[in-house]
């Protein structure tokens, strides 16, 4: 069992947001990369990577923002982000709209690594998930094949997707609005599944989300997908209140990122089990209808022209 992990840092502009300047994420980059596996990172080509460290087997790839297709659809997110009333101003990609494009395409950058290596599965590594990270010197990945046997993706997810997994609805107007609903810092993917997995987020953006004025962060869009069904082969490996690192962990046999649900997010879990629960069907997601086949035509014209909108 071969696993490759794949990271990037992209400057958004976030150290005039919350003062995360690229040198601290270059430190934490740097600190993430001593994880005992073969890293590919993605960089600007504009940016000055001198003091970044990578160790013996990892490999810097240089791909620009304007490459990705997030930021494709510039114009119209962030004609959402500016316009829209009924967003969480709380959430950086509301803040940040290079943010919340980068973020989305992490799976892009999982699928341009599975044509850099040979490896049987990817695990995405956010730049700075150093902070959650146990030490893992001297330490081999402990998960047995057998355990992965089956599995396309895994994940960990929130108490806010299971509370949607319970309750069987999802309402539309709560993207963008809605906390998390899953850990996007690390997740494990079949190398395989990498590019269908960044073509049914792409799918999701694209056909559903941006015609009708909806944005939003990777955690929620995962979420998203993973709740419709759209994630074949998908395995939750926890479900807590979020964060931590707990697939890394999980690898290499660590205990679970001690973690306490915070009041606000108790609070909220409690107004939304009122919310999700009176919202009409007709204006939720529901568990199970994820357009599987429409997915499948539009993933076949992009494949025959190069784009699903020729």
């Not at 003091?51 to 990705?68: M, Q, S």
């Not at 850099?116 to 599965?121: K, L, P, R």
């Not at 299971?162 to 850990?183: C, D, E, N, W, Y």
């Amino acid at each position: 069992m071969t696993i490759t992990a794949v990271t990037g840092f992209y400057d958004v502009g976030r150290g005039g947001y919350d003062n995360r300047t690229p040198d601290q994420y270059v430190a934490w980059l740097n600190q993430t990369l001593q994880a005992p596996l073969p890293f590919i990172i993605f960089l600007d080509p504009a940016f000055d990577a001198s003091a970044v460290r990578p160790k013996r087997g990892d490999r810097i790839i240089r791909v620009t923002k304007d490459e990705l297709t997030m930021f494709g659809h510039r114009s119209r997110i962030e004609e959402i982000v500016e316009g829209s009333e009924a967003v969480n101003r709380r959430d950086i990609a509301f803040n940040l709209v290079e943010y919340g494009m980068i973020v989305m395409s992490k799976p892009e950058l999982l699928k341009r690594a599975a044509r850099e290596t040979d490896a049987e599965f990817l695990l995405w590594v956010d730049a700075g998930l150093c902070r959650f990270m146990p030490d893992l010197k001297g330490k081999t990945v402990s998960v047995m094949p057998s355990e992965l046997e089956g599995m396309r993706i895994s994940l960990n997810t929130t108490w806010h997707l299971a509370q949607r997994m319970r309750i069987g609805k999802f309402p539309r107007k709560m993207v963008g609005r809605t906390l998390a609903m899953m850990s996007a810092g690390d997740l494990i993917v079949r190398r395989d599944f990498a590019e269908e997995f960044s073509d049914r987020l792409e799918f999701l953006v694209e056909r559903e989300w941006l015609p009708a004025g909806l944005w939003d962060n990777e955690q929620v869009a995962i979420g998203n997908l993973l709740f419709r069904g759209g994630l074949p082969g998908a395995r939750v490996l926890r479900t807590d209140v979020g964060g931590g690192g707990n697939t890394v962990r999980w690898l290499f046999g660590a205990p679970p990122y001690p973690s306490r649900t915070p009041l606000y997010v108790r609070w909220r879990l409690l107004l939304d089990e009122f919310r999700t629960r009176l919202a009409p069907a007709h204006e939720c997601y529901l568990r199970g209808d994820f357009p599987e086949a429409e997915f499948r035509a539009w993933q076949e014209q992009k494949r025959l022209y190069g784009s699903a909108s020729h």
